[in-house]
């Protein structure tokens, strides 16, 4: 969950188009907020990708696969929306053509899986091996690039800085807005 404070002339705007809204009986404030959330989630979400791709060194057409911003809804009993990463997902090797992940993998080697699928793979070496690691055929195979725990500094910290920057004007304007589809109704 992601706090931000608001100023107090961005509470007295917010409270008197509430009040105007409110004085009409139509439900314009929790139909704003939630509009505004899932601007600031997709907004969060594309900068995410942007991060954790330039991390990885990875095309961002990768990473948005494994990242997805989930959609605030009034049916539900909070009004939040969140920014998803799968992070057991990953990004597979053969999807790596160039860039720094390219660099950075370690002598991979073609393998076919129980499906009939012919990948790229790379032994996982564990981090203490009392004899040489590669000549233990039972090391783990890993297939894919993964995301943890880059993505999640990455998620906490751009989050925040789009509820920050973008909700308190998104709210505003969502707010206008419903106020004018009001006024144009009465007319």
């Known amino acids: 969950m992601i706090n931000f404070a608001l100023s107090p ?5 917010i409270k008197k188009l509430e009040k105007t809204i409110a004085r009409s009986g139509k439900k314009g404030v929790p139909v704003a907020t939630q509009r505004a959330l899932n601007l600031v989630a997709k907004k969060a ?8 791709a330039s991390a990885l060194g990875v095309a961002q057409k ?8 989930f959609n605030a809804s009034l049916k539900a009993v909070k009004l939040e929306s969140r920014v998803w990463i799968g992070l057991k997902r990953g990004v597979p090797f053969e999807l790596i053509k160039s860039g720094a992940a390219k660099k950075r993998l370690s002598r991979p080697f073609r ?5 009939g699928h012919v990948g790229l793979a790379r032994r996982v ?3 203490t091996h009392a004899k040489d690691p590669r000549a233990d055929p039972n090391l783990p ?7 943890n725990p880059q993505a999640t500094t990455i998620l906490k910290r751009e989050a925040a800085e789009a509820g920050r ?16 589809k009001i006024r144009a109704k009465r007319r």
């Open 9 to 13: 002339s961005f509470n007295r705007e």
């Open 125 to 127: 070496l564990p981090s």
């Open 165 to 180: 920057t973008y909700f308190r004007t998104e709210l505003v304007r969502q707010l206008k807005l419903a106020l004018q």
């Open 62 to 69: 990768h990473i948005r696969r494994v990242i997805k911003p």
């Open 141 to 147: 195979i890993d297939n894919k690039l993964r995301l």
């Open 45 to 52: 979400s594309t900068q995410v990708i942007k991060q954790v």
């Open 111 to 115: 393998i076919r899986f129980k499906s």
